[in-house]
């Protein structure tokens, strides 16, 4: 089993910088894949990024450039550096792993953090 906690949302103002973090437990982070979704009020929930366990990346094309997806198995946490935020990336922002070693629909999810940018 492995859950996932959030942290590092916050109000920022449009321009500016924000680092989430994903702090998991359990014994097989290492072998996982993890991403981030986001969801905006009255939106459906989307995909934000996704690192394999090797480290290979990826992004939905609305954030990428500007943000970076990163991983720490030595501290079972994995991480979201968010750059040039803008007002449309306000949202609860979650992290996301499958139940298995490759990416896939998401078994294990966060909380979610609070992310909100202002113009």
């Known amino acids: 089993q492995v859950q996932l906690v959030e942290s590092g949302g916050g109000l920022v103002q449009a321009g500016g910088s924000l680092r989430l973090s994903c702090a998991a437990s359990g014994s097989i982070f290492s072998l996982l894949p993890m991403g981030w979704y986001r969801q905006a009020p009255g939106q459906q929930r989307e995909f934000v990024a996704s690192i394999t366990r090797d480290g290979s990346t990826n992004y939905a094309e609305r954030v990428n450039g500007r943000f970076t997806i990163s991983r720490d198995n030595a501290k079972k946490t994995a991480y979201l550096q968010m750059n040039s935020l803008k007002p449309e990336d306000t949202a609860v922002y979650y992290c996301?792993?499958?139940?298995?070693?490759?990416?896939?629909?998401?078994?294990?999810w966060g909380q979610g953090t609070q992310v909100t940018v202002s113009s």
């Open positions: 996301a792993a499958p139940r298995t070693v490759t990416w896939g629909p998401p078994g294990y």
